[in-house]
Structure formats: structure tokens, C-alpha cells
């Protein structure tokens, strides 16, 4: 073979060693490539395989909760039976803490009525002394008030429906015919009264946390009340710094009363109180006691007096009484006045 053929032949040796070497380090990247991707496929049924575990271990501890019962649910109260009827009641309690005051309740009032909770401070006033709520459509409804960090003593208490305050369709629904041992009468005007259902009750705030229920008034109604021949039974006692005076009478619930203090050789002012009667005619007033004041009185008296014509009272007592106290008479018919009638009893009052 000649020298150039032997160089021809060599480098086709040579091309064919490259093309080979070259062959197989395509073949060890595709090796490499297919045992990456086949890790990877590993690493992917594996996570699918841990997740599909913690799945069924989930699902595994539902059922068993379900099975042993161990499981948070709340129970929705149903509406009271009678929601909706004429005679209407409140159940609940009230709960003061830090001059909180909560009240939790059942009604079997119409949802959507509105509920008042009202605050009568005896030695001052609260500006906004009250709250409001809707009755829930299951007769729950819930109030909360803060009261503020001076009131202290004496407060009046009051949770109402009072149909002046409703919407039209509530006012429609109940008209005049509210009934129930909750019911009393609001005065509007002096030629409107109004029907409301309420609970009242007078405590004194001490500091200390307290807790009462709502109860259904116990009213004992004398035979003749509203009768124009008007009884009155009062007795006085004290109370720490109040003189406190409890009447017993045959007037008509929601009559104006007041009961005032005449000192001698004094000009006074604020020695007072005044308010409604219940539905069995009584009432209670809390009087500043004279003598924490002044020492130097040996008595003095109190009157006790309704005046029909007054405008804090309403039709009903017109009505009663007559506008202007014609139909009054009795023991206590005071007649010396010029163009009206009016009841009175004066008593006289001994200091220790």
C-alpha cells in the first residue's frame, strides 16, 4: 500500500474513533438524564403517597371523633310557642360588674321589637343613660351598658317595650291590646297614653358585683282602683342618706305622684321626689334626708298629692279623675283651688 493510502486509511480510522467516542458520551448523558427524571418520579409518588396518607389519617380521626362523640356543635334555641301573643313576658337576668351592666333575656315579644334599657340616677342624671336592642327571631336578646365611673347609690332600672318606640308593623301587630303582668301605661301627652310591657327594679350600686333575675310582678290590684274616691296609705323610713316614703293606694297605675318636704324657717329646695304609681297604686320615693342638712329642726312634714291636670299625667287619669279632678273625692280632695281639684295628705315628720 502506498504512503498516501496508509494516510487515507488512518485518518479514516481516526474519524471513525471520534465518532464512536462521541456516540457514547450522548448515550451516558441520556442515561444520566433518564435516571434524574426517574428520581424525580420517585420523589413525586412519594410527597403524592405522604399526602395522600395525612388524608386518610384526617379523615381516619373525623370519623372516629364522630364515632366517640367528641364533637362541637351549638344547639339553635327555637322561638317561644306563644311568640307573638297579646299577653306578653320577659325571663332573663341582669349582671353588674365594673359598672357593667348585662342583661341576657327571652321574650316571646315579635322579633324585630325593640327593647329599651333605661337609668335613673336618685342623686343626678346620666346623659344617654340607655341602651337598645332587637328581639332576635327566637325570642333571645341581649343588652349591655356602661355606666359612668361616678354613679354610685341609688338607681332606678328599666327594661321595656313601649309601643310609642316601635315600627309600624309592631305597633300594628299589638295595637291596644298589650296585656300581660308586665304591662303599665306611659304617658305620651296629656292626651295619649301608651301601653308598655316593663320591668323595674331599684338597686344601689356599692362597688360590688351584683346579679338579679327578671320577675313577674306579684301585683296584688285593690278592687277599687281608679275609683274617684282615692285612698292613700303612705309610711316613712330611713334609709341612709334618703328619707324614704312607701305609698299604698287605690290610685290608677300610672298616676303622677310627688311627694314633697315643708321645713320651718327654711327656704328649701331639692327635698323631693316624684314618679309613678305601679299597677297596684303604690309607689316609693327617696326623699335627701332634712336633718343630715339641717340639725337644728325638731319636725316637719310631707304631702303627698296627684294632680290630674298636671302634664305628666296622661289620658287614663283624666279620664279616671276627670281634666280637671271633678270626680275626685274622699278624705284627702283637696277643692281650694281655683279652677281644679286635686288629692293631698299631709303628715308630720319627728326627728331623732
Not at 289 to 317: C, F, K, L
Amino acid at each position: 500500500m502506498g504512503k498516501t493510502n496508509k494516510i487515507g486509511f488512518l485518518g479514516l480510522s481516526l474519524l471513525m474513533v471520534m465518532f464512536l467516542m462521541a456516540c457514547g458520551h450522548h448515550s451516558e448523558e441520556d442515561a444520566s438524564a433518564g435516571k434524574d427524571e426517574e428520581k424525580q418520579s420517585e420523589k413525586q409518588d412519594t410527597e403524592q403517597n405522604e399526602e395522600q396518607k395525612k388524608k386518610e389519617d384526617k379523615e381516619g380521626k373525623s370519623e372516629e371523633d364522630e364515632e366517640s362523640g367528641d364533637v362541637s356543635f351549638e344547639v339553635q334555641q327555637s322561638a317561644p310557642e306563644d311568640q307573638g301573643e297579646m299577653e306578653v313576658w320577659l325571663e332573663g337576668d341582669f349582671t353588674i360588674k365594673d359598672k357593667v351592666v348585662t342583661v341576657n333575656g327571652t321574650t316571646n315579644l315579635m322579633p324585630d321589637s325593640e327593647l329599651y334599657l333605661d337609668f335613673d340616677w336618685q342623686d343626678g342624671s346620666i346623659i344617654g343613660g340607655y341602651t337598645r336592642t332587637r328581639v332576635n327571631g327566637n325570642g333571645v336578646f341581649k343588652l349591655e351598658k356602661e355606666l359612668p365611673n361616678d354613679v354610685e347609690g341609688i338607681i332606678h332600672t328599666e327594661l321595656s317595650f313601649d309601643m310609642s318606640k316601635q315600627d309600624e308593623e309592631i305597633q300594628e301587630h299589638y295595637g291596644d291590646k298589650l296585656a300581660g303582668h308586665f304591662l303599665r301605661y306611659e304617658t305620651g301627652t296629656e292626651e295619649e297614653t301608651y301601653r308598655k310591657a316593663s320591668f323595674q327594679k331599684t338597686i344601689e350600686l356599692d362597688g360590688k358585683e351584683q346579679s338579679f333575675s327578671i320577675e313577674e310582678p306579684g301585683w296584688k290590684i285593690p278592687e277599687n282602683s281608679g275609683n274617684p274616691e282615692v285612698e292613700l296609705e303612705p309610711s316613712i323610713e330611713k334609709k341612709g342618706k334618703y328619707v324614704v316614703v312607701t305609698l299604698e293606694s287605690n290610685l290608677i297605675g300610672g298616676a303622677y305622684v310627688r311627694a314633697d318636704t315643708e321645713i320651718p324657717n327654711y327656704i328649701t329646695s331639692g327635698y323631693y321626689d316624684d314618679g309613678y304609681t305601679n299597677p297596684d297604686g303604690s309607689a316609693t320615693f327617696y326623699i335627701p334626708d332634712p336633718e343630715r342638712e339641717m340639725d337644728d329642726i325638731s319636725e316637719y312634714e310631707m304631702m303627698i298629692s296627684m294632680d290630674p291636670t298636671h302634664h305628666n299625667n296622661g289620658a287614663h287619669v283624666k279620664n279616671a279623675y276627670g281634666k280637671k279632678g271633678e270626680k275626685l273625692s274622699g278624705e284627702y280632695l283637696r277643692n281650694d283651688h281655683e279652677d281644679k281639684q286635686t288629692i293631698e295628705q299631709t303628715l308630720t315628720v319627728t326627728t331623732e
